[in-house]
């Protein structure tokens, strides 16, 4: 991974933290894909895409996630929902966009973006 994701997943991270976020787990990797921060916010599992850009040159790091994303993140959270026996749980896909300028870095999150 290059290091602007590595520093991405860092800053999301601490942002959700500071949000109330528990972090269960980072790169949970799975035969379907690999989700990159798992976190719960109250009493639900929320699996989190973090996408990070030094600039929106080729479009907002949130353009970046597409469909066929979308469709290994849900199949990576059900088994990571059933290897924890966590099968009843509430659930969401939410993303974070990590933007570092040169001179700020802005956060945007998204939440449930499977509607």
């Known amino acids: 991974m290059r290091q ?5 997943e860092r800053l999301a991270a601490k942002f959700l933290q500071k949000l ?3 972090i269960l787990t980072h790169n949970f990797h799975s035969r379907f894909g690999e989700i990159d921060i798992i976190a719960k916010d109250k009493s639900t599992i929320v699996f989190i895409e973090v996408k990070s850009r030094s600039n ?3 479009g907002t790091p949130l353009e970046a996630i597409t469909y ?5 993140i849900k199949k990576t959270a059900f088994y990571f929902l059933t290897l924890n026996n966590l099968g009843s749980s509430d659930f969401r896909i939410d ?3 990590v933007i570092m300028g040169t001179e700020q870095v802005n956060i945007n999150h998204l ?3 499977t509607l």
Do not use: M, P, T
Request: aromatic residues 10%.
């Open 4 to 8: 602007i994701g590595l520093d991405g």
């Open 20 to 22: 109330g976020y528990k």
């Open 56 to 58: 929106n040159s080729f």
């Open 68 to 72: 066929s994303k979308i469709e290994k």
């Open 95 to 97: 993303a974070v966009e």
């Open 111 to 113: 939440k449930n973006i």
